[in-house]
C-alpha cells in the first residue's frame, strides 16, 4: 500500500531510536529536526500551507506522545501525508533521514522483510519442551501449544523416561533411539497446528541426539540446520534468545552470499547489473528477478514511467525521489525478490545489484 501511494505530498521520515524509554528524549527532538527539514522542503516547492499545517500537525502530535515514545525499538519510520500518518518500530539500526516527494520512501523499511530476526524456537530435552518465540527488538515469549508432551515421559505415557514396561510395543522395543524418535514425533505433531501457515525458521534448542531426531521428524518446512547446542531445560528464554539472533546472522549471511555467488555468474551472462540506468529500465519492464538495494545512501532524480529513463538530479528535494528506491519498488510490484542490505554487502562502488530474468 505504501509502495502504490502517489501523488504528494508524501513525507517520509526515518529516526535512529533507542528502546529505552527513559532515553527517547534525545530521539524526540532529532524528529523535530527532521520535521523542520520536511516542512522547509514542502515550503521551497509552494506547497500550500493548509496542507504543510496538517502534516507538522500529524508529525508534532507524535512528538509530544509519551504513551507512544514509552515503547519504540532501534528505529522508528514515519509515512505522512495531509490526511494520514503511519508509524513503524523496526527492529534495523538506520541513519536517520527525511524524504519528500510524490511517493513514499520504502527502501530501508524493506529491510524489515528482508531480514526480519523472528524465529520460534523449540527448546526440547528428557525433562522438559517449549516452544518459544523470539522478536528482534521484544522479550521472547513463551507460546502456547495445546496437547504438547511435557516432558519425554508424558509423550511415552511413563512416570519416568527411564521407566521399562513389560511388553514391547509392535516390534519397536525400547531402544533408545526409537523413543526418542516417539517423543519427537508427539511434539512435531502438537507443533503442526500451531506453526501452519508460518514462514519463522524453527530452530531446535536441544542435546544430541535428541536435536538430529527432532530435525529429522520435523514437518515443518523452515526448520533451520543449526541448532543451539546443549540440555535447554533450564535455560533462561533470553539466553536461547541471544543466541537465536546469532544463528539468524549466520544464514542471513550466508543467504546473502549466495545470492552474491549467484549475481557473479549471471554477470558474465548478461543478466546481472550495478548500473542504475539499466536496473531501472529492468525494473520498469519486469525484468528484475532478484534486487540488493542499499539500505542507507540515497540516490536523488526521477525515473520516467514509460521507458525507465533515469534523470539524476544533485539535491535532493520535493521535486525527486530516491532512484533506486523507486526501482525497488518496481521491481517488487513484478515480483522480485528484494533484499535491503549494507554498503558492504553490494559490489564495490555500488548502490544496487540486479539479477535478470533474461539478457537485456
Not at 505530498?9 to 532515553?23: F, H, N, Q, R
Not at 519442551?129 to 508424558?154: S, T
Not at 505415557?157 to 516390534?171: C, K, L, P
Not at 546469532?246 to 542471513?252: F, G, K, Q
Amino acid at each position: 500500500k505504501l509502495a502504490d501511494q502517489r501523488g504528494g505530498p508524501c513525507v517520509s521520515i526515518y529516526v535512529s531510536t533507542t528502546p529505552l524509554t527513559e532515553a527517547t528524549k534525545g530521539d524526540r527532538i532529532e524528529l523535530k529536526n527532521l520535521l523542520k527539514q520536511a516542512v522547509a522542503q514542502l515550503v521551497a516547492v509552494d506547497t500550500p500551507k493548509r496542507t504543510v499545517a496538517a502534516i507538522e500537525a500529524e508529525v508534532a502530535e507524535i512528538i509530544e506522545d509519551d504513551a507512544f515514545w514509552a515503547f519504540q525499538a532501534n528505529s522508528l519510520a514515519i509515512f505522512a501525508t495531509p490526511d494520514s500518518v503511519r508509524t513503524f518500530r523496526l527492529p534495523s539500526k538506520l541513519d536517520s533521514m527525511v524524504e519528500v516527494s510524490d511517493r513514499f520512501h520504502i527502501k530501508p523499511l524493506l529491510r524489515a522483510v528482508t531480514f526480519p530476526h523472528d524465529a520460534y524456537v523449540l527448546a526440547v530435552g528428557m525433562g522438559a519442551v517449549r516452544l518459544i518465540e523470539v522478536f528482534a527488538d521484544l522479550p521472547p515469549h513463551v507460546v502456547p501449544v495445546p496437547v504438547l508432551p511435557k516432558d519425554m515421559a508424558d509423550a511415552l505415557g511413563r512416570r519416568s523416561h527411564t521407566e521399562r514396561t513389560g511388553a514391547m510395543t509392535s516390534g519397536e522395543g525400547t531402544a533408545e533411539s526409537a523413543l526418542l524418535a516417539r517423543y519427537a514425533r508427539s511434539i512435531d505433531e502438537a507443533l503442526r497446528p500451531v506453526l501452519s501457515g508460518h514462514e519463522r525458521p524453527l530452530i531446535v534448542a536441544a542435546a544430541e541426539p535428541l536435536a538430529s531426531v527432532f530435525r529429522s521428524i520435523s514437518s515443518y518446512a523452515h526448520t533451520l540446520a543449526e541448532t543451539i547446542p546443549g540440555s535447554a531445560d533450564h535455560t533462561p528464554d533470553h539466553v536461547l534468545a541471544a543466541a537465536t539472533r546469532e544463528i539468524l546472522d549466520r544464514v542471513y549471511a550466508s543467504e546473502i552470499a549466495d545470492v552474491r555467488a549467484l549475481y557473479e555468474d549471471r554477470k558474465g551472462q548478461g543478466r546481472a547489473t550495478q548500473d542504475i540506468a539499466q536496473a531501472a529500465r529492468a525494473a520498469t519492464f519486469g525484468a528484475i528477478d532478484t534486487l540488493l538495494v542499499d539500505i542507507e545512501e540515497t540516490v536523488v532524480g526521477t525515473v520516467a514511467d514509460e521507458d525507465g529513463a533515469v534523470t539524476f538530479a544533485t539535491t535532493a528535494s520535493a521535486d525527486n525521489y530516491g532512484v533506486v528506491d523507486e526501482i525497488a519498488r518496481r521491481a517488487m510490484k513484478s515480483g522480485a525478490r528484494i533484499l535491503s542490505v549494507r554498503k558492504s554487502d553490494l559490489p564495490e562502488g555500488a548502490h544496487l545489484a540486479a539479477i535478470l530474468r533474461y539478457a537485456m
